[in-house]
Nanobody, 122 residues
Framework: QVHLVESGGDLVQPGGSLRLSCSASGVIVRYYRIGWFRQAPGKEREGVSSIRSDNDRAYYADSVKDRFTISRNSAENTVYLQMNRLKPEDTGVYYC???????????????WGKGTSVTVSS
């Protein structure tokens, strides 16, 4: 059974940084596309970043490019999201997700974590 467990969410001031972690069990993360979605209050869940298994290429939503960095530690079977220069609009619940296919959409995800909350506020 696949389990994705997120951690690292917190309250942070604008301009600050956080590092989210997603620890996986029941699946080997380097074999599949894995990454992060987020859901702000009252909004739909959106893709933030993912990393592909075949070429290690990382993808980012335009809103987080040059501020967020995704990485994968195959030995630990863990994926990280380093978030810098955080903005209030980055507030939301961040979900780790894994897709067995090549689609990085809500419907294309095969497994979800339960999420970790990020609040960016002064």
């Amino acid at each position: 059974q696949v389990h994705l467990v997120e951690s690292g969410g917190d309250l942070v001031q604008p301009g600050g940084s956080l590092r989210l972690s997603c620890s996986a069990s029941g699946v080997i993360v380097r074999y599949y596309r894995i990454g992060w979605f987020r859901q702000a209050p009252g909004k739909e869940r959106e893709g933030v970043s993912s990393i592909r298994s075949d070429n290690d290429r990382a993808y980012y939503a335009d809103s987080v490019k040059d501020r967020f960095t995704i990485s994968r530690n195959s030995a630990e079977n863990t994926v990280y999201l380093q978030m810098n220069r955080l903005k209030p609009e980055d507030t939301g619940v961040y979900y780790c997700a894994i897709s067995y296919g090549d689609s990085w959409t809500y419907d294309g995800v095969d497994h979800w974590g339960k999420g970790t909350s990020v609040t960016v506020s002064s």
